[in-house]
């Protein structure tokens, strides 16, 4: 599902698109992935509002809806299960109350990756409540060991895709992210709420990440070399000796989760 030319995003710098079918106004550019997560939380939840969320997480996904005053109702993930998320579980703490359901895929920080059937299962727990949406951090999508996989955004119109340069792309710097979302509404409440948080971002660190994704299918292939080198060097090392146990990164299949 990849490709496109350059891709107009809301209220920011046009993007090179690498997530077909997403569209233009499906995609709104935030200052870095935290600065997308911080939207998303600040303009659905309120106090008292329920979140379901996975545990570990990125600190982001757990502090920023505890500071709103949201209750936060956690799925803890274990590394006996191989660090995976069950939808089962993850359905059975869902109340009338629950206005977001918070995962990540890849997982953040283990690199387990849901399979096609649990994230359809996630999805349809989602579609099946009166108000809940899916909001799905995806950092680490282009990172997937054995392929990247298809954009959360394009699997509903309740989910929520972030993502951003830090990750795949070793650009932490230029502070340059993105949410995604098929819901024209949705889209519209994260747009003002960017304008009412930052405004915009800094026109140079969006240009230094469009030059980066136009040359995607250039940068991409040595970066993910660079990681194939760096798990059998970190495979090798564990085999040596019982120095510490591992939950092996899944090697994922293009087109899944």
């Not at 920023?64 to 579980?89: F, H, S, Y």
């Not at 282009?142 to 951003?164: C, D, F, Q, W």
């Not at 932490?172 to 992210?177: D, F, N, T």
């Amino acid at each position: 599902a990849d490709g496109g030319g350059p891709l107009p995003t809301a209220g920011g710098r046009p993007l090179p698109a690498n997530a077909a079918p997403l569209h233009a106004d499906d995609v709104l550019v935030t200052v870095g992935a935290a600065g997308a997560l911080f939207i998303v939380a600040t303009a659905l939840l309120e106090p008292g509002d329920e979140i379901v969320v996975v545990r570990p997480n990125y600190a982001t996904n757990l502090e920023t809806p505890r500071a709103i005053g949201a209750d936060l109702r956690i799925l803890d993930l274990r590394p006996e299960d191989g660090w995976a998320t069950d939808p089962d579980a993850l359905a059975a703490l869902l109340t009338p109350r629950t206005r977001l359901v918070s995962i990540t895929n890849p997982h953040n920080p283990t690199g387990a990756v849901l399979d096609e059937a649990a994230l359809r299962r996630i999805v349809d727990i989602v579609e099946a409540h009166p108000v809940a949406r899916l909001l799905v951090d995806e950092t680490y999508r282009e990172m997937a060991y054995g392929g990247a996989l298809p954009p959360a955004a394009t699997r509903s119109r309740r989910g929520i895709g972030v993502s951003g340069m830090s990750k795949s792309y070793g650009l932490p710097g230029i502070r340059a992210g993105w949410l995604t979302t098929r819901d024209p509404d949705l889209m519209t409440t994260f747009l003002a709420a960017k304008e009412q948080i930052h405004i915009t971002g800094s026109l140079i660190d969006e240009a230094i990440a469009a030059r980066a994704l136009e040359r995607r299918a250039e940068l991409l292939p040595g970066i993910l070399d660079g990681i194939a080198d760096e798990l059998a060097t970190t495979r090798a090392w564990l085999a040596g000796g019982p120095r510490v146990a591992w939950v092996e990164p899944p090697r994922g299949e293009k087109g899944r989760a």
